[in-house]
């Protein structure tokens, strides 16, 4: 191959090489990463892909009037997406209409690809409450046109997450409450036993598709309730009594 990674490598090695030669010190390249943000955990680890499911809970396919499928259907996100407690969910100027999605977040703490089911929770770091905002009228008009929707799913701020917790204080989770309420009422309220997929499942579905890295984080899905948010909005977020998350909405 005559251009690739190990090129870009090569080539970085010989730059720095010649800079040191030529200004007598090193030459120091970094590439920026948003690091996730964790009770009781010291080390960094930064947010690598954003993988979400779509329909894993029965009420909230049938709310959108789409199917339940057998196989978790995916999309991403990027981690420019993301914020974190007390920030502001930016409505875009592309949108009229975004709405909110509560999920739970797990994150990978171990490579691994085609990851069995009962060895995949050895793969996970930690969890998050996250949510997964929507541009639904970009989406809606997208879906009518067979287009593809990661545009609805992806703009800045679309995914406010959690300070996360590790694996060793979740004994279960597919027993964890997903609470939103917005304005102090509540909108979504359900519990992790109600998904279709388990978390198991999710993890080794989807190391069958990509090699899931660490730092990685997967959106499984939300439950029914999903609605509207608005400028002024104030978001609250809960995942059981393990970790919460507070944002706010406000125009571009």
């Given at each position: ?71 978790p259907l995916l999309f991403l996100k990027p981690a420019s997406s ?144 999903v609605g509207e948010i608005k400028e002024g909005d ?19």
């Open positions: 191959m005559k251009y690739g990674y190990n090129t870009c490598l090569f080539s970085l090695d010989e730059y720095a090489r010649k800079f040191h030669k030529t200004y007598k010190r090193p030459f120091l390249f970094c590439f920026h990463m948003t690091n996730y943000r964790f009770q009781n955990y010291a080390k960094r680890v930064g947010i690598g892909k954003i993988i979400c499911l779509a329909r894993t809970y029965k009420e909230h396919a049938r709310e959108m009037n789409t199917i339940v499928t057998e196989d993301v914020i974190f407690n007390h920030g502001t969910i930016i409505i875009p100027h592309m949108s009229q209409c975004l709405h909110h999605e509560v999920e739970l977040g797990v994150i990978i703490g171990k490579n691994g690809k085609h990851i069995a089911e009962e060895k995949a929770l050895q793969h996970v770091l930690g969890y998050l409450i996250a949510l997964d905002i929507t541009a639904r009228d970009i989406q809606s008009i997208a879906k009518k046109n067979g287009w593809p929707w990661g545009i609805a799913k992806g703009f800045d701020t679309f995914a406010p997450l959690s300070d996360a917790v590790l694996k060793e204080n979740v004994p279960n989770p597919q027993n964890l409450d997903l609470v939103l309420k917005i304005n102090g009422a509540i909108k979504q309220n359900a519990n992790t036993n109600q998904m279709i997929y388990s978390v198991e499942r999710i993890i080794s579905f989807i190391s069958e598709i990509m090699t899931l890295e660490r730092g990685d984080l997967i959106l499984t899905g939300t439950p029914e309730g104030i978001l609250e977020a809960y995942l059981g009594s393990l970790c919460s998350l507070t944002v706010d909405v406000k125009h571009a």
